[in-house]
């Protein structure tokens, strides 16, 4: 064990031949401590720092300024309710005429409508992602970054997701969904206020009694 | 033949080397550790696929709990020589008229998150225990009347303007209140922030089939 042996220097007369040992500390229960106490800090030792997944809304439009105009055919509607579920329509609500279809979480649910419309602009990142992995193409971390924010901002034919939520909805809901937006590479989307038209709709389609809705 | 005598001593290894090498480890997770003061309200935070680690300083985070109370944390900036928490709190206080003393403001300096109207804040921090503490985090007030949400993140971008703002709140937490909370940040002109979640296990998305390139 690791020890300190302190050599007894006999100089002088030598009165007694005592032990040649010396004087012997025993260590183990230092280094066990020691051992201990460095499992704990390794441990604890934040390496699982928490993840964070940035967001960038569009700025307020100002009071004189009109917000921008919306192109009807790539605005995909959004809608969560309770029970993680979402529904979705796409254009602008027309009572009556609108129909929401609804999904779930799933891969197959709501992340498969989004990738539909997404396609090209999906494929186009998953593959240059593709190329880097197998070495076609030689590009730094940062570079990869700067092109997939160069492919969203020439995306034009995407959809503009708008994100609302309907009551009940819990905050995971919408991290959830943002999460999808980030999977599915969504160039453009929002989180929105839902209107009174999808309100009705939502009470319609999820058969609840319209008591609430003229609130 | 001659006999090879074997040493009657027990074999004995020397360890030296691997208690040095155990106490330099050990001194250098000592030294790298950071702890973390306790927060004010336990968060568990959703899952989400991204894999960004948080910022290391100049943060600015607004809790929101399971029960929909606001709190608020800012960082003391790069080391904690520049006592920004310090700085901000007093400039709070004056706008209130409170006068907080050194001592007042070192305890606030060492706490995390809290959540509580200004008015209370010099019981908050004479508070003999934690449990005291607790119970006084009734959550900032974000009411258009009274928003001093708005204040705090104004004060604190006064005194540290490479802020970044990180919303991170209880899965279980009502959107309602998060709205209203992300709508007082964009009010502020914070349109990029984070949101802190946990990474979800078993990492890659599932994307459906048609959708994967060979």
Known sequence: MAEIVQEESNKGKGKRKSKKHGTHIDMTPMVDLACLLLTFFMLTTAFNKPKVMEIILPEKPKENEKPPELDKDRALNIILVEND???????????????????NFSKDGIRKVLLERNKQLFMNITKMNKDVVD????????????????????????????????????????????????????????????????????????????????? | MGKIKIAVKTPSIDMTPMVDLFFLLLVFFILTATFRPE???????????????????????????????????????????????????????????????????????????FGLPVAKFKDFLNAPDQKTREAMQIGIPIDSLDNQLTMWIRFARTYNNELSFTLKGDGDANYPVVKKVIAILQDNNVNKFNLTTDLKSGVAAEIPAEFIIK
Do not use: C
Request: glycine share 6%; charged share 30%; hydrophobic share 35%.
């Open chain 1, 85 to 103: 579920k979402v529904l979705w329509y796409v254009g602008i609500a027309e009572p009556g005429k609108t129909v929401l279809t609804e999904e």
């Open chain 2, 39 to 113: 927060e004010a309200a336990p968060i568990k935070t959703p899952t989400s696929t991204s894999q960004t680690p948080i910022p290391d300083s100049h943060l600015v985070t607004v809790l929101v709990s399971k029960d929909d109370k606001v709190f608020f944390n800012l960082d003391n900036g790069t080391d904690s020589t520049e006592h920004i928490r310090a700085k901000v709190l007093q400039a709070i206080g004056s706008n209130y008229k409170i006068k907080f003393t050194p001592k007042e403001i070192k305890k606030f300096e060492g706490l995390a998150s």
């Open chain 1, 135 to 215: 070495g076609k193409l030689k590009l730094s971390r940062d570079s990869i970054e700067g092109r997939v924010k160069r492919y969203y901002k020439a995306d034009k034919s995407g959809p503009i997701v708008l994100i609302k939520a309907a009551d009940g909805v819990k905050y995971k809901n919408i991290v959830d969904i943002i999460d999808e937006m980030a999977i599915t590479n969504i160039a453009r989307y929002s989180l929105v206020d839902i209107n009174p038209v999808e309100k009705m709709m939502v009470q319609t389609k999820l058969g609840k009694p319209s008591v609430t809705a003229i609130k």
